[in-house]
């Protein structure tokens, strides 16, 4: 992850190359950079950056209307400069920002992609690090018995309420005319016996159910599915997964 001593070296850079300029567009070449979805990214074209700040080991660019673009490069991300009329390298590029004199790109080395991008509104969402309006902001109140799960809940209780709400998604779905496909990842393994009846019971009635297990007495013996296993194997390239249906 880049220090401070970096974050600094890039704010004054790109003090000199953007502060007054007009940001044109931010294209995203890989979606998952973003990390909000309001405002919407396409409402900053046009706007142009007023100000630089630093928050943390955040760059924060500011624009005009009190919108915040806010880049953290983690470990191996990196911007990159092309004055007007040079050639763009996309080589790693997550994302493409148009300026009038030139364009910032934003790469990434390797292939966790850790690095991230929030397009934040005003100077408290900016402080905070997250969107204050939107539905991600709602939250569900979950009770066992007369307490609230949250805090209270042991790590079975907590994992089977989960799972519940996964469940009733689900049934939602079937509900309105749809027949989606069941997901169950791993999930045998931290539930009791009565509970995986349960489970299996209800997903008797699927028609396509999807189960993913570390160890094959997880899944219910009585299932009529066909199993498929994923080893693991060391060669001179490297380790490898094999697949025996």
Not at 60 to 70: D, E, Y
Not at 95 to 112: I, P, Y
């Amino acid at each position: 992850m880049p220090e401070l001593p970096d974050i600094t070296l890039y704010l004054e850079a790109l003090g000199d190359r953007i502060v007054g300029q007009q940001l044109k567009g931010v294209t995203l070449i890989h979606p998952f950079l973003l990390r909000t979805a309001t405002p919407p990214l396409a409402t900053v074209a046009g706007r142009r950056v007023e100000r630089l700040r630093r928050v943390g080991k955040r760059i924060a660019i500011g624009l005009a209307g009190q919108l915040w673009l806010v880049l953290h490069l983690m470990i191996a991300g990196r911007l990159h400069w092309y004055a007007s009329g040079q050639k763009v390298s996309g080589r790693s590029a997550l994302a493409r920002f148009e300026f009038d004199s030139g364009t910032l790109t934003l790469t990434e080395a390797g292939s966790k992609r850790r690095a991230s991008l929030y397009l934040l509104a005003g100077d408290a969402e900016l402080e905070r690090g997250v969107c204050l309006v939107g539905p991600h902001r709602d939250d569900l109140e979950l009770l066992l018995g007369d307490h609230v799960a949250k805090g209270f809940a042991s790590h079975g209780e907590s994992w089977s309420m989960a799972l519940a709400l996964r469940l009733a998604a689900y049934e939602l779905l079937r509900a309105d005319g749809g027949d989606p496909v069941l997901l169950l990842d791993d999930v045998f393994a931290e539930l009791d016996t009565a509970r995986r009846q349960a489970l299996a019971n209800v997903a008797a009635d699927a028609e396509q159910v999807l189960v993913t297990a570390a160890v094959h007495d997880d899944v219910p013996s009585d299932w009529d599915a066909r199993r498929i296993e994923i080893t693991m194997r060391d060669e001179d390239a490297g380790r490898v997964s094999m697949v025996s249906p």
